[in-house]
């Protein structure tokens, strides 16, 4: 090989090895990531999925909602995790900022308009949401807390697409 | 030659030329201590008719027309030299010249050794007399990188990085998905931001009418007024040559299906296919030119289809030699699906990864838009005398667009009429001075900038804008030194309302010495809030983004220092440093259940721009390299913490390479932009560098050229927007015929 191909070769390897390392499939995980902050668990689900859905997904608020003005105060804003409809147990990750919360739920979209508080009745479902063991309050009562630095695992809750649950069913009365 | 100007000398020649044949000029081309230039190149001004002395510096050139003729000398290490002269059916004429060597780098193109010739300033003045740093995209390199749009061509140029679209020069804008530019397009000098969201349409001017690109790179609002906050991007269109003449040119390609089989998405592999026809015919008197084409893409991932269609024709009448009249426009519609943002966890078949990059959510599904654009321009150009030019010009800029989504549609239909009037005057030697008036009106009938706060979809609202303003400039030269002095004052006034003021000054100078050219300036930028963002009302799920009627312009303090020499025969460099310090920047900002658009950051943005061209001694090999190192933080204030300003690269590295024997070239460029330290939205989604090799090859025999285009070589998977794959491995072939 001459020292001009030889030079060639280099630079085509050095152009190589520079340009791999690109974005590569992360296969989901099956346990809360090392570093990760916010909450791990498992969500099973139940029933037939509704034909009208949109999307169902998981949020979190600090304190439980007072009034229909506080049900968009939910973290995260702008990126809640979207579960699967239906089909076998699903191991989600919900990253939160550190702190306590009184209420983690998942919610079922219909499909539609874009989703703002007007249409909020109309739009979304309660469709589980977790519980401390051994809680049978109406609307439970499974506080979680999210520690800096670190995740917290084994928030498992049950999805029931027969069972879901208007806005109005928290603060009556429903049309 | 008495300093007429490049406008009146192209006209003057242009209403001369090939009025008779035959006539010959001939001669030597010497340096000031007697030795020949070798292959000096004499040009006819105004034309692209030239010849090239041989060995022993003489030339011989046939076929001149009769008149009065300007013929220019040029080669590399010196200084240009003119002569006026003129000639009569049948003369033979000795023309000698010589030229006096250049101590200081000539500004050139790289491929044709041609001094470049500038529009910064709104007059034409040499690349190396410009007070702020301008990068220059000439039609020989649109050509040579097989492109198919203005933006592909510009993206690759020094300190310019395209972010989806857009254009930020030094980190000038970041990404606001395509609100808001901070950076002024202009079509042969005429304004054509959109009239609604302030953004870019690059797709406006086909590619095969474009001559040549021009980047202002700082603030440049003290003649260019709003927008021009971050810089400008002069598209310069074609000349139309005398006679008849055409082109076609035909495209096709392909794009890579994913490197791995688990986020394959189409059982095909996409393409991409297009065609452009233009026509062109030419006398001394008038002249017009017209373009039609399209293309089709498949896209490379999934929802990405796209269609677009163009038209663009232009008119120019010469009276007399120093009135010249053009008529121009454009018109182009595209209508294509919107991948959105990709699939993450459970939003679509996500074969158990984390994320699928080309694929989207299952319910952003059948989201598509139409765009439809145009721009129709006339300007009127007269060399009153030889101290005098003046011209004025008329401008319509239309834009319409309807996003089609799941539940709701929204749409905007906008237009900008522009006025201007422009003179440049020489009063005595050595001094220019351009002053000029500007008027704008822009207005938008719409369902979604509406400025309604009821949250409701069905609301349409109409908006208007409009832009006052006066300008003027003044260069004088003292002795090696270019002194420039000017100012703006832009009045806006918004749905009829109360006018504001913005004065945006500035002062440059360049000096010529034996290290080169020092070019300096400091000047004010500014933008005012478009139309969408003082207006917008709209749905971002779960988001209501609400209006901010009170918005303030964004205005910047910029300033650079910079060097342009030649540090070898066969080195050249240009290098600044540059600092803005901006203040009342429009963001986002999320409160609550809302988005608002605010002035929030106080900013700063300096850095270092590099660009080393170079013609190493092998023949035919060029190379070349632009570096920008950029510091872009958000300064702290009460209201905001500081912090990297989202979407800028600290680093910006673009190495190019050509080769040409004979009628085969081949070359490539590599771009690394490194991992953005911030971005907006899904900051916690894995990001990496950007590190792209484009290659491109070509062969021209007679009227055809074919040309190869293997873009993203290496087929390197990243995104600069969040959620947003940037483009794969796509490989080009575009055949052209030209007539």
Known sequence: ?175 | MKPLGLPAAVLLCWGQALSAQGAVAYGTVKAIDGKPVRYAQVSLSGTTVSVVADSFGLYHFPGLPTGRLTLRARALGFKPALETFTLSSGDSLEVDFVLETSPVYIPIDVWTAEPTVVTAAKRSQLLDQAVTSVAVVSDTELARRAVSTVDEAVDKAPGVQFLNGQVNIRGSTGYVQGLGSRVLLLVDGVPANQGDRGGINWDLVPLEDVQRVEVVKGAGSSLYGSSAFGGVVNVITRDISVGWHGRVRASGGAYANPPYDVWRFRDYTGGREGLDVTGSYGTNLVRGSLTAGGWHSDGYREQDRQNHWQAAAKGVWAPGPATRITASGSWASDQYEVPLVWCTRGACDDRGLTYQPFKIATQDTGTFTRSDKGYLTALVERTSSDHLAWQARGSWLRTRFTDLRQGADDYGIANRLGAELRAVSRPTAGRVVTVGAELARSDVRTNIFTGDTSSTDTVVGTHTQAEFAAYGESEQLFGRARLTGGARVDYIAVDGGGLSAVVSPRLGGVLTTSRGAWRASLGRGFRAPSLAERFVSTTVPPFRVIPNPNLRPETAWSGELGNATRLSAALHADAAAFWTEAYDLIEPSVNGSAIQFRNVTRARLAGLDVALAAQPPIRGLTASLAYTFLYARALASDSAPGGPLAFRPKHLLTLSADYQWRAVSVGGDFRYASRFERVELYSNDDRVAEKVLDLRASLEQGPLSVRCRLANALNYIYNQVPRTLAPVRTLSVTLTWTY
């Open chain 1, 1 to 175: 090989m001459t020292t001009r191909a030889r030079g060639a070769a280099a630079m085509a390897l050095a152009a190589a090895l520079a340009c791999n390392q690109g974005l590569e499939p992360a296969l989901a995980p099956t346990s809360c990531p090392h570093g990760f902050v916010g909450v791990c668990g498992t969500v099973s689900f139940i029933g037939q999925v509704p034909e009208s859905t949109a999307k169902v997904f998981v949020v979190a608020f600090d304190t439980f909602p007072r009034s229909q003005n506080d049900l968009f105060k939910f973290k995260p804003q702008l990126d809640p995790t979207i579960l699967p409809l239906g089909g076998p147990p699903f191991f989600y990750t919900l990253q939160l900022p550190p702190g306590r919360y009184e209420w983690l739920l998942a919610v079922w979209q219909k499909q539609g308009p874009p989703l703002s508080p007007t249409n909020a009745d109309t739009l979304l479902r309660e469709t589980g949401f977790y519980r401390d063991t051994g809680d049978t309050t109406a609307h439970g009562s499974g506080i979680v807390i999210v520690n800096a630095g670190t995740s917290t695992d084994s928030i498992d809750f049950v999805v029931d697409f027969t069972n879901l649950h208007r806005v109005c069913d928290y603060f009556p009365p429903c049309p």
